[in-house]
């Protein structure tokens, strides 16, 4: 499963991962490097993975060249909001 980000302000990025489970709080957290393809940053995540009957939750880890590193999408104001993206199965 392709997952993409266009870099708006992430281009001057230290570095970029897409972090990734199952919808199962059991599981730990999966870990993958983003690549820059011409515009936008690219990760994979395993077909072999995704066959599960769980969703899959995805978020991005953004790291600054200063080493300081900010989840995307993350919690609005007030602990608020879904920190992550979800993909289920058709």
């Keep these: ?4 980000l266009h870099p708006g302000n ?3 990025a ?3 991962w897409l972090r990734y489970r199952h919808v199962n709080q059991a599981e730990t957290w999966q870990m993958v490097e983003m690549e820059l393809a011409e ?3 690219r ?3 395993p077909a072999d993975y995704t066959d599960s009957p769980f969703p899959l ?7 600054a060249e200063t080493g300081v590193a900010r989840l995307h999408p993350g919690l609005q104001p007030g602990w608020r909001g879904q920190p992550y ?3 289920r199965q058709a």
């Design 1 to 4: 499963l392709p997952i993409f």
């Design 10 to 12: 992430t281009h001057k």
């Design 14 to 16: 230290g570095g970029l």
């Design 39 to 41: 515009k936008n940053y």
């Design 43 to 45: 990760a994979v995540i």
């Design 57 to 63: 939750q995805y978020h991005f880890q953004i790291r």
């Design 85 to 87: 993206f979800v993909v």
